[in-house]
């Protein structure tokens, strides 16, 4: 049995750094939104076209994580609707939808408050969705968010949907006004890959969040600083220190949150009075650590295989692993008689693999002469080798290739 009075007392934190940690969650809307002015200006422009009667089919609100898309976005519409009766705004977030019907399933049920049946299915995803918006103010802006999160799948293409969504008959005939606005992390006519028919159906409006700069970043997070840490425990100097990391490494303000969440969390454990430097270093580590981790995890599995492959070869003693690893390295360990036949790559599809790892950023190439050998590529991986080791069974646990495990960790 559990005693607890013991259990609680002895987790209670003492002598915390922090007045209200709270302020540093990310998923807190801020009372105000910082900076951005520009930002602003250009989407109340847009929505003001109502007005005079016009509001784009879509806008693409893009940029990097982090970076105010979503919070400036939605406050913006949302003061806008709220002063206008015939403007209505309506959010929904397509982070979680594995398919364009649980897409437009999202969509339907923000509109409605009801589900859509599997068996209705994307037409009747859509007619519900177009009775819904003819019972809707004159004017409906719909932000999708993280829309770059619909991918190709088996049964739809994000071009029909968005499509549909911007031509749909239903719509037509109804003579719906609806601005579609796209909010998403990456370039959408590259990554959704949509066909021309869609795009010519778009507007080129668009409004871009860039990495907040030193001084950007100053001014979002420092409030929600001042109110989470007491006086006098994040001193002035490793607050500074931590802004301009984050600047410089991600100019990223939810990741800049979590980073001063995590050195207090350090600075507490370690009875410390005030966070330091070193707790702020230990977090840009880890944190940078996590992010390549989770890029790996989303990696399809022939790039897997080949990253994984450039960390085989390994110091017996010191455990340190071998790189840079050459072209033909890899290529002999990914067509190793170890490995099953069906996981074998071509050299071609292997150079074509590396270059695609090349434009994420996860490994570094070039050419050295090595005399009558000719010239050899090299290929390192851009941080340390051992992260691929950590992650290899959390990896191939979602492949039908659990066996690789101990194959690869053999080595
Ligand atoms: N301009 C800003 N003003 C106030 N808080 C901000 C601002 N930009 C970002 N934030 C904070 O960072 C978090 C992440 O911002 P968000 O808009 O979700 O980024 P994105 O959608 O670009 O990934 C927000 O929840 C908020 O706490
Ligand atoms: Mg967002």
């Keep these: 049995m559990t005693d607890y009075d013991d259990l609680f007392a002895e987790t209670a934190p003492d002598g915390s750094v922090f007045a209200e940690k709270r302020a540093l969650d990310p998923l807190r809307p801020p009372e105000t939104i910082r900076g951005r002015d520009e930002h602003q200006h250009a989407i109340a422009e847009l929505l003001n076209g109502v007005t005079e009667g016009y509001l784009p089919p879509t806008v693409t609100i893009h940029g990097p994580p982090g970076t105010g898309k979503t919070v400036t976005t939605r406050r913006v519409c949302q003061e806008f609707a709220a002063r206008h009766d015939d403007v209505a705004v309506e959010y929904v977030n397509l982070k979680e939808c ?33 009775a819904a918006l003819d019972e809707y103010p004159e004017w409906t802006v719909l932000l999708l968010d993280e829309i770059d999160h619909i991918k190709q799948d088996a049964n739809y293409d994000p071009s029909e949907f968005l499509y549909r969504l911007l031509r749909g008959e239903g719509k037509l005939k109804r003579d719906i006004q609806l601005s579609a606005w796209l909010i998403s992390n990456e370039l959408l006519e590259v990554d959704l890959r949509l066909d021309s028919r869609v795009e010519s159906a778009m507007s ?19 409030p929600q600083l001042d109110a989470a840490f007491r006086d006098e425990t994040l001193p002035a100097a490793v607050r500074e220190y931590g802004i301009s990391e984050a600047a410089r490494r991600w100019g990223d303000a939810r990741k800049t949150l979590r980073l001063f ?100 950023g996860l490994v570094e190439t070039w050419i050295e002469s090595r005399g009558r050998d000719g010239r050899v590529k090299q290929i390192e991986t851009t941080f340390d ?27």
């Excluded at 399933?105 to 009801?114: P, S, V």
Aim: charged share 30%.
């Design 98 to 130: 594995r398919s364009l019907f649980s897409a437009a399933r999202e969509i339907h049920l923000e509109l409605t408050g009801e589900t859509v049946g599997a068996y209705e299915g994307l037409d009747g995803a859509f007619a519900g969705i177009w």
């Design 204 to 222: 080129d409006e668009a409004v871009f969040f860039g990495p907040y700069q030193h001084s950007d970043l100053e001014r979002v997070v420092g």
């Design 261 to 360: 969440r995590r050195a207090g969390e350090a600075a507490t454990e370690r009875e410390l009075p005030a966070v330091t430097r070193e707790c702020i270093d230990a977090n840009l580590e880890a944190t940078d650590a996590e992010d390549v981790k989770q890029k790996l995890l989303n990696l399809p599995f022939n790039h897997f295989m080949v990253i994984a492959s450039t960390t085989l070869g390994k110091d017996e003693d010191t455990g340190e692993i071998y790189q840079p690893v050459t072209t033909n390295q890899i290529a002999m360990r990914m067509q190793s008689d170890d490995l099953p036949e069906d996981v074998h790559l071509s050299d071609r599809a292997i150079r074509e693999v590396i270059r695609d790892l090349l434009t994420m």
């Design 385 to 411: 080798p051992q992260w691929i080791r950590d992650i290899l069974g959390r990896y191939l646990q979602n492949t039908p290739h659990l066996e690789l495990e101990t194959l690869l960790n053999d080595k």
